[in-house]
T-cell receptor, first 114, second 118 residues
Framework: DAGVIQSPRHEVTEMGQEVTLRCKPI?????LFWYRQTMMRGLELLIY????????DSGMPEDRFSAKMPNASFSTLKIQPSEPRDSAVYFC????????????FGPGTRLTVL | AQTVTQSQPEMSVQEAETVTLSCTYD???????LFWYKQPPSRQMILVIR??????QNATENRFSVNFQKAAKSFSLKISDSQLGDTAMYFC???????????????FGQGTILTVHP
């Protein structure tokens, strides 16, 4: 199995630009999670989906952030407009049948907003 | 809300020796899961071990084992025969198995940087 795939691995952009992060979960997994990792706040859950439907987006920091899952094999996290404080590593993870099943993480996307 | 505390920011150990990483948590839930994840310099988050709270037996995975003390809300990780490849940041994490706002949400500790010296 290829595991969770994320792209790009690194993204450098300028303040005000739109940023789109992409994730392909493990095939057959029903749950998909987006996390953000920063030095100050550690790892925090942004949003998660079950069968392509957003279940809890209470961790999304503000309206500049949006996430979609148009089908079972693809999700995006978009930031528009981006700000320097959005600089972080963004992880996607997936789990099999229940939200309490083990979550398997992708390699992460390191985002730098200048 | 749950909290997870890792009180050791950094630890070091000699190759082939044993090291224990500490984790405590606070919750009002009775049914939950606990995890240890490893994050090497590549930054990939890798599952090390998982423990179900309803199981009294401590989980083991090869050289990795846990000491789960439910009453004390403690969940330490023991690494035996440490190897250079064990050098990484280790995160303890909590996952509730009940309804409510915390259901399905992994709560992570701050992490412990472990360095294995040759």
């Amino acid at each position: 199995d290829a595991g969770v795939i994320q792209s790009p691995r690194h993204e450098v952009t300028e303040m005000g630009q739109e940023v789109t992060l992409r994730c392909k979960p493990i095939s057959g997994h029903d749950y998909l999670f987006w996390y953000r990792q920063t030095m100050m706040r550690g790892l925090e859950l942004l949003i998660y989906f079950n069968n392509n439907v957003p279940i809890d987006d209470s961790g999304m920091p503000e309206d500049r952030f949006s996430a979609k899952m148009p089908n079972a094999s693809f999700s995006t996290l978009k930031i528009q407009p981006s700000e320097p404080r959005d600089s972080a590593v963004y992880f996607c993870a997936s789990s099999l049948r229940r939200s309490t099943d083990t979550q398997y993480f992708g390699p992460g996307t390191r985002l730098t907003v200048l | 809300a749950q909290t997870v505390t890792q009180s050791q920011p950094e630890m070091s150990v000699q190759e082939a020796e044993t090291v224990t990483l500490s984790c405590t948590y606070d919750t009002s839930e009775n049914n939950y899961y606990l995890f240890w994840y490893k994050q090497p310099p590549s930054r990939q988050m890798i599952l090390v071990i998982r423990q179900e709270a309803y199981k009294q037996q401590n989980a083991t995975e090869n050289r990795f084992s846990v000491n789960f003390q439910k009453a004390a809300k403690s969940f330490s990780l023991k690494i035996s025969d440490s190897q250079l490849g064990d050098t990484a940041m280790y995160f303890c994490a909590f996952l509730a198995n009940a309804g409510g706002t915390s259901y399905g949400k992994l709560t992570f500790g701050q992490g412990t940087i472990l360095t294995v010296h040759p």
